[in-house]
């Protein structure tokens, strides 16, 4: 753990990929009207190294393990004299170490019964707007003015991939939230197909080691034109790979999120979790839902409704998508 500077501020961070990039642009929007200000990022382990490559992150905390884990990061936070915590996540666990350590004005959502941990409660945001402006909501920004997109600075992709030029597709067939959140296998096989038609792409099939086996089917189905990386890459070295594609297909999930950050193209499939709130962030995205469907950030993980949603978008309509963003894109460089 490192020690901050006085008078800085603390941000006490999201635990999941997607929500970690749609914190992004708040926090750049709090560094621009703060440039002198110093920001340190409490966050788990995992997430540390994609933060790294974060130019508004001075310092980075990681949160202690176990159970009590947030006693003794908050009693390690005591040193650092914070002026102020924000904490973006809604859970009573995760004001637990700004209250231990003190800080003097302490930010966030009042939920979990949670609120005599707080010095200062942001006001509920209304359901219909998008997740990024929550963050913006708990910094105290102006709710009047865009905010950023979000910006990292990445190593480059692995050599594997940047031999295939500018002909590579990212496919994310995984996500943390299980089926009801996937879009079927057998979908994103006929949607690569179909993207072979138009254009000699070669593809890259990523996800986390335990969505292994999925990449690897789908990597089988499609030789000699893909190769798996599923749990091979670090944080940074998969939004390498996913900046250089020229385009991705995914379900709602983190790496959905990674690729819009990095502003790579990208068309993802939503079931009953809803866009309007949690979709990419970004001009060259879109997202495909049946009609008629009510969005909710509360699905299931094996919700057999949510997961013939999914199954009704075709591989077809897909596949166009893409294939018209990448173009909007191509067009909008050149």
């Known amino acids: 753990m490192s020690t901050a500077h006085a008078h800085n501020i603390l941000i006490c961070g999201v635990n999941w990929l997607g929500d970690s990039c749609m914190a992004m642009p708040a926090i750049q929007a709090w ?9 340190t990022l409490l966050i788990k382990p995992p997430l540390a190294p994609l933060w790294q490559c974060h130019a508004a992150i001075n310092h980075i905390i990681t949160l202690a393990p176990g159970k009590i884990g947030p006693i003794t990061t908050g ?76 910006t990292l600075a990445l190593p480059p992709p692995p050599a594997e991939i940047t031999r295939h030029a500018q002909s590579c597709i990212g496919l994310l067939p995984g996500a943390a939230r299980g089926p009801s959140k996937r879009w079927p296998t057998k979908h994103f096989i006929a949607a690569a197909q179909e993207l072979r038609k138009a254009d000699d792409f070669h593809f890259a099939v990523m996800g986390t080691p335990t969505e292994a086996p999925l990449c690897q089917e789908i990597t089988h189905a499609l030789q000699p034109h893909a190769q798996c990386l599923a749990g091979n890459t670090t944080l940074p070295t998969l939004a390498a790979v996913l900046r250089h594609c020229v385009g991705v297909l995914s379900n709602d999930s983190g790496g959905m999120h990674l690729a819009a950050a990095v502003g790579t193209p990208v068309v993802a499939m939503f079931g009953h979790t809803d866009p309007q709130k949690t979709g990419p962030i970004g001009p060259h995205t879109r997202c ?47």
Do not use: C
Not at 31 to 39: A, L, N
Not at 290 to 305: D, H, L, T
């Open 31 to 39: 560094k621009e009207k703060h440039p002198h200000r110093q920001i």
């Open 75 to 150: 009693m390690h936070l005591r040193k650092s004299r914070f002026e102020a915590a924000y904490i973006f996540p809604n859970s009573w666990r995760a004001a637990i170490p700004p209250w231990i350590a003190n800080i003097p004005q302490r930010t966030g959502f009042a939920g979990h019964a949670r609120k005599w941990l707080l010095t200062q409660v942001t006001p509920d945001a209304p359901e219909s707007e998008h997740q990024q402006w929550e963050y913006a909501r708990i910094l105290n920004l102006p709710l009047t003015q865009a905010l950023p997109l979000p």
């Open 288 to 334: 495909l839902q049946p009609a008629n469907i009510q969005g909710s950030r509360k699905v299931s993980r094996n919700s057999a409704e949510a997961q013939r949603a999914l199954a009704s978008i075709p591989p077809e309509d897909a596949a166009t998508a893409l294939l018209g963003l990448m173009r909007t894109k191509a067009g909008a460089t050149a």
